[in-house]
């Protein structure tokens, strides 16, 4: 019955990532798939998630279904994180929002709603783009495009053509941006290029959806929200997912956000109906356990508090590793310019080295980068950056 169906290729992260840990290589480095490692390789508990965990394993509660939009104290905490806590959108309510499955199912249930709103809008997004994107709005029937963002010669952005290019989209299409720890290179526009930006969305009627994976990773949790908060300040309506896979260290327990900027309490309220009819024909609720421990962690003042040092020191150490690799592979490889290590910043960075140079590193270091040449920094540690560097000399100085 099913024969005809096309063979599923994998996806591009996911397959690379599955590869090396079959991989039976002694030496193996994986920088493939998003995630954050420790110095010692391993994926962190935070200790306020601990903490949180522990407290509530004293006396285990009843898990009923949570409302279709999460936990009311859960999508608080979103907003205070995302919009700032004392931003008068918050007191107006004229933000929508409702806890999601992950990042991921954040931009699914958005587009959903902005097909719904807008059905025959289409999206652009930023060349190169996280895979997904394209998948999880062509999925929704959303068709997509991509907008000039990186230049591959000068390793930043291509900012005028990027402007040229919005400014001549049709009224009322969707723009996929980034707030922050552009993925997969690495390169942001800075604070005064948004600004330069946010009048074109205005102009335009373009409805921007960003998306904020990495809030913490870059500069700081609000530092990295400079263009959601400048969005709102202009007065904008734009959808928002953030996702606390990465700052809480919280992958599997898929605990995101999404939240609808409106411009009024009332049309909140309308779309926050739309957003549930959303959620029940996708997956009914979101999951309870995650929803629960995220909450207590924001809304907990010390919890909060240790959560904040346990960011810092995530974008510490992050921050850290792109100084070393950048500084071994000056030593190493005195002729290549490795400074973009240290010009772009966040999770990922973005090599430029070609397929035939990622499967050397591959198949004679074990070093996993993905197809793009997107490195996943956290990947790298004391241990093993000699060992990078190394590998990175061979491939690039043959
Ligand atoms: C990544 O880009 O590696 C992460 O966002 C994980 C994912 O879901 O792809």
Known sequence: MFEHMEKYAGDPIFRLNEAFHRDAHPQKVNLTVGLYYDNEG?????????????????????????????????????????????????????????????????????????????????????????????????????????????????????????????????????????????????VDPSPEQWLQLIPVLAQRELIAFVDMAYQGFGTGLDEDAFAVRAMADAGLTFVVANSFSK??????????????????????????????????????????????????VLNDADLHAAWLREVAEMRRRIAFVRKEAHGQLKTKLPGYDSSYFVKQHGMFTYTGLSSQQLQILREKHG????????????????????????????????
């Not at 409702?98 to 958005?110: D, F, N, P």
């Not at 409106?262 to 979101?286: F, H, I, M, T, W």
């Not at 996993?368 to 060992?387: A, W």
Request: aromatic content about 8%.
């Open 42 to 186: 391993h994926i962190p508990v935070l200790s306020s998630v601990k903490t949180a965990e522990q407290r509530r394993a004293v006396e285990p509660a009843p898990r009923p279904y949570l409302p279709m939009e999460g936990l009311a104290s859960y999508r608080d905490a979103v907003q205070k994180l995302v919009f700032g806590p004392d931003y008068p959108a918050l007191r107006d309510k004229r933000i929508a929002t409702i806890q999601s499955v992950g990042g991921t199912g954040a931009l699914k249930v958005g587009a959903d709603f902005l097909h719904l709103a807008y059905p025959d809008s289409e999206i652009w997004i930023s060349d190169p783009a996280w895979d997904n994107h394209h998948s999880i709005f062509q999925g929704a029937g959303v068709r997509t495009h991509t907008y000039s963002y990186y230049d591959p010669e000068t390793r930043s952005l291509r900012f005028d053509q990027m402007m040229s290019e919005l400014q001549a989209l049709p009224r009322k299409s969707f723009v996929l941006l980034h707030a922050c720890c552009h993925n997969p290179t690495g």
């Open 247 to 296: 700052n809480l260290s919280f992958y599997g327990e898929r605990c995101g956000g999404l939240s609808v900027m409106c411009a009024s309490a009332e049309e909140a309220d309308g779309v926050l109906g739309q957003l549930k009819a959303a959620v029940r024909r996708n997956y009914s609720s979101p999951p309870a356990h995650g929803g629960q421990i995220t909450s207590d």
């Open 367 to 398: 070093v996993y980068i993905i197809e793009s040449g997107r490195i996943s920094v956290p990947g790298l540690n004391t241990r093993n950056i000699g060992y990078f560097t190394d590998a990175m000399a061979d491939v690039l100085g043959a």
